[in-house]
T-cell receptor, first 116, second 113 residues
Framework: TQLLEQSPQFLSIQEGENLTVYCNSS?????LQWYRQEPGEGPVLLVT?????EVKKLKRLTFQFGDARKDSSLHITAAQPGDTGLYLC????????????????FGQGTRLTINP | DTGVSQDPRHKITKRGQNVTFRCDPI?????LYWYRQTLGQGPEFLTY????????KSRLLSDRFSAERPKGSFSTLEIQRTEQGDSAMYLC???????????FGPGTRLTVL
């Protein structure tokens, strides 16, 4: 089972529409990151959310961290074709040792297509 | 140079051959990570270095895989006796501080025929 579950896995909408994608877990995280990845490229960091209930905005993108720090959402307003890509959430699981605190665990991603 | 770089970007090899990939992290970052990403999935952690010390390895990293960071700067990931199941995107990331944000390179796409 995935530590981070993203939904939907695929989303195809028309330019100008709004959308929300979700990242859910049963675990509590100290922080959570959202990345966007284009085909053949590495993930690009969009935002880090740290505080429960935190909302961060990046132009037309709004990120929210759940109050219990177990889930997050990404809302895009008036989607543009340039928003097309794979959106990944990532977080650090609780480490078994102090040296194990470093890796990121990723969800499987939401593949978003914005049609002109 | 403002980002993580990886070389080569693409590698096609025959089953059984050895391959080596290189990652150059952001210059002031002392933490370096390797991940593997297969089609339709998010990246999966392979290993992590703090300076030249390899501090964590995933169970995904079989004995055919070895990673080094000899001078605490660039890192190499070698896969010996490649198998078709090794075909994936190999991603490198770096960060400046413990639990800091990780910045990814463009990846090396490996295809094993």
């Amino acid at each position: 089972t995935q530590l981070l579950e993203q939904s939907p896995q695929f989303l195809s909408i028309q330019e100008g529409e709004n959308l929300t994608v979700y990242c859910n877990s049963s675990s509590v995280f100290s922080s959570l990151q959202w990345y966007r990845q284009e085909p053949g490229e590495g993930p690009v960091l969009l935002v880090t959310v740290v505080t429960g209930g935190e909302v961060k905005k990046l132009k037309r993108l709004t990120f929210q961290f759940g109050d219990a720090r177990k889930d997050s959402s990404l809302h895009i307003t008036a989607a543009q074709p340039g928003d097309t890509g794979l959106y990944l959430c990532a977080a650090r699981p609780r480490p078994s040792s102090i040296q194990g605190a470093q890796k990121l665990v990723f969800g499987q991603g939401t593949r978003l297509t914005i049609n002109p | 140079d403002t980002g993580v770089s990886q070389d080569p970007r693409h590698k096609i090899t025959k089953r059984g051959q050895n391959v080596t990939f290189r990652c150059d992290p952001i210059s002031e970052h002392n933490r370096l990570y390797w991940y593997r990403q297969t089609l339709g999935q998010g990246p999966e952690f392979l290993t992590y270095f703090q300076n030249e010390a390899q501090l964590e390895k995933s169970r995904l990293l079989s004995d055919r895989f070895s990673a080094e960071r000899p001078k605490g700067s660039f890192s190499t990931l070698e896969i010996q006796r490649t198998e078709q199941g090794d075909s994936a995107m190999y991603l490198c990331a770096s960060s400046q501080v413990r639990e800091g944000e990780q910045f990814f390179g463009p990846g090396t796409r490996l295809t094993v025929l």
